[in-house]
Structures are given as C-alpha cells and as structure tokens.
C-alpha cells in the first residue's frame, strides 16, 4: 500500500493573525516615535528662541546700548521668516552683524503681542517719517528691563502646541511657557 503525504502549501490563520498583529504593533510604535520627533523639533526651536533672546538682553548689558528686534523677511507680502536685531546708536536703529538673526522654521510663527502704558501711547516716534527707518518691536534695555512690556507667542501650524516668551522682572531675562492654543 502506498500511503501518500499530502504537505500544506501556505500559511494557516494563525500564523497570518500573528504577522499581522506584529505589523501593526511596529507601526503604531513607529508612528508614536515620529511625533514625539516632531515635538522635539519643535521644543527645540523653542529653546533655542529663548536662548537667542536672553543672549540679545546680555548682550545689550554688556555693551550699554539697547537692542530691539525687528521681523524680517526677504518677501515684505509674507510672513516673516527671520527676527533680526538691531542696536540703537547715535538716534538711529542699525542692523547688526552679532547676535545673527534667527531663523524660524518654516512651520513657525511669531507673534507680537505689546502691551501700552500711558508712557509711551503719547510719545511720537521722530523716526517714523524717514523712509526705511527701522523701527523695532521691542527693546532689550541695557539696564536689565524690555520696553515697551510685551509677549511673543511662537505657535507651529502643524502642532497645536504654542510657546509664550515674557520678561521676568525679578531674573532680568526673558522667560518661556509652553502653552495649548
């Protein structure tokens, strides 16, 4: 008598449930691991902000002259993509060379948000009149305080996470808070 072994060809629904389940553990985790990439770009944009503002304040200390920050862009119908400082000197802002500008991701956006006192709402600006006069939106005072008191908000389009940059009185440098929108 012969007796014929007849071998399975292919894989049972066990085997193809297992290989499945493994797949999509690997890719939820991987997908888990972009975002949080993504979340530290984005942190460390927000650091690296802070750092750049802190070392604009020092740097106005340590030379006696105030430093402003002026949005820059190489488009004037888009948004900024650069925050440039300038030096005041002799009546007039310059650009200057040191600290470089900073550059913001193209997913970012910096908002100014300036709070008025009655200090400076009456004050006109001899400046303003002169064509390509620069004119900051914010200044780094040599004796440890920003004028006029503001925030800068710097939100990402594509994380709803938004970071808050204000200046703390009591260390005399600028502080950070990540915020929801």
Excluded: C
């Excluded at 979340?39 to 340590?62: F, G, I, K, P």
């Excluded at 470089?100 to 400076?120: G, I």
Aim: glycine residues 4%; hydrophobic residues 45%.
């Amino acid at each position: 008598m012969i007796v014929s072994l007849r071998r399975q060809a292919g894989f049972t629904l066990i085997e193809i449930s297992v290989v499945v389940i493994i797949l999509a553990t690997m890719s939820a985790m991987s997908l888990f691991a972009i975002n949080q990439a993504f979340d530290r770009r984005y942190q460390s944009q927000a650091d690296n902000l802070l750092v750049w503002l802190n070392q604009l304040s020092e740097q106005a200390a340590l030379e006696g002259v105030a430093y402003g920050i002026v949005a820059n862009s190489d488009d004037p119908q888009q948004q900024s993509d650069r925050l440039q400082p300038v030096a005041y000197f002799r009546q007039h802002w310059f650009v200057t060379t040191y600290p470089e500008a900073f550059a913001l991701d193209n997913q970012a956006k910096a908002e100014w948000t300036v709070y008025r006192s009655v200090e400076y709402d009456d004050i006109e600006d001899p400046l303003a009149d002169e064509d390509g006069a620069l004119i900051p939106l914010i200044a780094m005072l040599p004796d440890g305080y920003m004028e006029p008191a503001g925030e800068l908000r710097l939100s990402f389009a594509s994380s709803p996470l938004a970071y808050t940059y204000s200046w703390d009185d009591e260390s005399g440098s600028m502080i950070m808070r990540k915020s929801a929108p």
